[in-house]
């Protein structure tokens, strides 16, 4: 199983950036899926959260209206498109893929059994 995030960059602050995370390696029907990021000194926290081939998506407040999540089942590939970036969403983010049976908050790392390399987000002031 492998999860491979990419499509970090430098951007400047307002601006825009979409992550994508590619799956591999066994089926992700059913699975929950999320965004966590860290940013330097500070621990991980929990950024959106979807359910594969249910569509619920959740967010955490300091991105809501402004990151949105998505699956495209074709393409085995989750997304985080991000917009009006800001300084503070300045970070490494990860994915991540939790197997059923599910249990646990979408907002916990402790949930999740997979995790992609993450991929750096710079935002700019």
């Known amino acids: 199983v492998q999860l491979q995030a990419s499509g970090g960059g430098l951007v400047q602050a307002g601006g825009y950036l979409r992550l994508s995370c590619a799956a591999s390696?066994?089926?992700?029907?059913?699975?929950?899926m999320a965004w966590f990021r860290q940013a330097p000194g500070k621990e991980r926290e929990f950024v959106a959260g979807?359910?594969?081939?249910?569509?619920?998506?959740r967010y955490a407040d300091s991105v809501q209206g402004r990151f949105a999540i998505s699956i495209d089942n074709g393409k085995n590939t989750m997304y985080l498109q991000m917009n009006n970036l800001k300084p503070e969403d300045t970070a490494v983010y990860y994915c991540?893929?939790?197997?059923?049976?599910?249990?646990?908050?979408?907002?916990?790392?402790?949930?999740?059994?997979?995790w992609g390399q993450g991929t750096l987000v710079t935002v700019s002031s």
């Open positions: 390696g066994r089926s992700f029907g059913n699975h929950d």
């Open positions: 979807i359910r594969w081939g249910a569509g619920v998506a």
């Open positions: 991540a893929a939790d197997r059923p049976p599910l249990s646990g908050s979408y907002d916990s790392d402790q949930k999740y059994d997979y």
